[in-house]
């Protein structure tokens, strides 16, 4: 019962200082007058990866590189399968060409990188070193073109300064605590009920780590804010390989449990592709192709738990 109750103020821990955390991220950006894309990109998109760096370091240092790696792959096929998919089955999704061209290979290229270094077998410092360096490369770049866009929130009220950086803070604190319980409750569980390490991570860890993603788009999607959207899960996925692969590996480096590589690299790479093949075909993601994503992360999940 301990366990489960570790596991279920982890949950509601993440979601909170997840909120916190891009609140006070979107409050600082739009004080520095920076466009709804690059918000999306580079703070609410990495704000909502913060659960899945801090769990995943963790994890790491507890020794369980299982959850460490799964919950980077797992976030990254629930950010575009469940968490894109619903987002587009309530409210379709246009996508600009340009958003695809820049920051949609980019992700791609994440994901190539994340299937080699699986495939490789390891993940070592330098290589964590190498992802984090691609990492503050993409940022720049995104920084750079926010530029070009000063005026285009001109209009939104700011918050206090004060109270943004509070929200940072206090999300970031909240999050690492929820974070510590989430991945103690897991790595009990899973030993009691015999399940590997990386299933958990695939699974209860990546879906709960990525609940902040799924309040943002949803909300952003449904307050006209498609862009931004958009914009989070693509800049998560990045951040996750990137960015938490690259720290947790600097941290500790991991050796990769078998069993990412016979299926779980390979949905989240396919997932990727769908995403992009969607957006360049119709320029737009829609209800019907929302709703397939779904099917596909339903399928998935069906396979891990009962196949």
Request: glycine share 16%; net charge positive; proline share 2%.
């Given at each position: 019962m301990i366990d489960l109750a570790l596991i279920v103020i982890g949950f509601a821990g993440l979601l909170v200082g997840g909120n916190w955390l891009v609140d006070g991220a979107v409050g600082l950006a739009t004080r520095w007058?920076?466009?709804?894309?690059?918000?999306?990109?580079?703070?609410?998109?990495?704000g909502t990866s913060m659960p899945?760096?801090?769990?995943s370091v963790q994890?790491?240092?507890?020794?369980?590189?299982?959850?460490?790696?799964?919950?980077?792959?797992g976030s990254n096929i629930a950010n575009i399968l469940l968490?894109?998919?619903?987002?587009?089955?309530?409210?379709p999704m246009?996508?600009?060409?340009?958003?695809?061209?820049?920051?949609?290979?980019?992700?791609?290229?994440?994901?190539?990188?994340?299937?080699?270094?699986v495939l490789w077998g390891s993940i070592t410092r330098p290589m964590g070193l190498l992802l984090v360096a691609g990492l503050a490369l993409y940022l720049v770049s995104a920084l750079r073109r926010g530029e070009d866009n000063l005026d285009c929130i001109s209009d939104t009220p700011a918050a206090p300064l004060w109270r943004?950086?509070?929200?940072v803070l206090g999300g970031l604190i909240v999050t690492i605590l929820a974070a510590r319980a989430l991945v103690s409750g897991s790595v009990a569980v899973a030993a009691s009920l015999g399940v590997s390490e990386a299933l958990i991570g695939v699974t209860i860890v990546a879906v709960g780590t990525s609940l902040p993603e799924l309040v943002t788009s949803?909300?952003?999607?449904?307050?006209?804010?498609a862009e931004m959207a958009f914009g989070?899960?693509?800049?998560?996925?990045?951040?996750?390989?990137?960015?938490i692969l690259g720290v947790t590996a600097l941290v500790r480096p991991m050796q990769v449990p078998a069993q990412f590589v016979t299926l779980d690299i390979w949905v989240m790479t396919a997932a990727a592709l769908a995403v992009l093949v969607m957006g360049a075909t119709g320029r737009r993601i829609s209800r019907g192709e929302g709703a397939a994503l779904l099917a596909g992360y339903t399928a998935y999940t069906g396979f891990l738990i009962f196949g």
């Open positions: 007058g920076v466009s709804p894309l690059v918000i999306g990109l580079t703070l609410v998109g990495f899945e760096l801090v769990t994890a790491a240092l507890a020794g369980s590189p299982g959850i460490a790696i799964g919950n980077v792959v968490i894109l998919g619903l987002t587009c089955a309530l409210s246009v996508v600009a060409r340009a958003t695809l061209q820049r920051d949609g290979l980019v992700m791609l290229g994440a994901t190539g990188a994340a299937l080699v270094l943004a950086s509070l929200g949803i909300v952003a999607a449904r307050k006209g804010q989070n899960i693509i800049g998560s996925n990045i951040f996750n390989v990137l960015g």
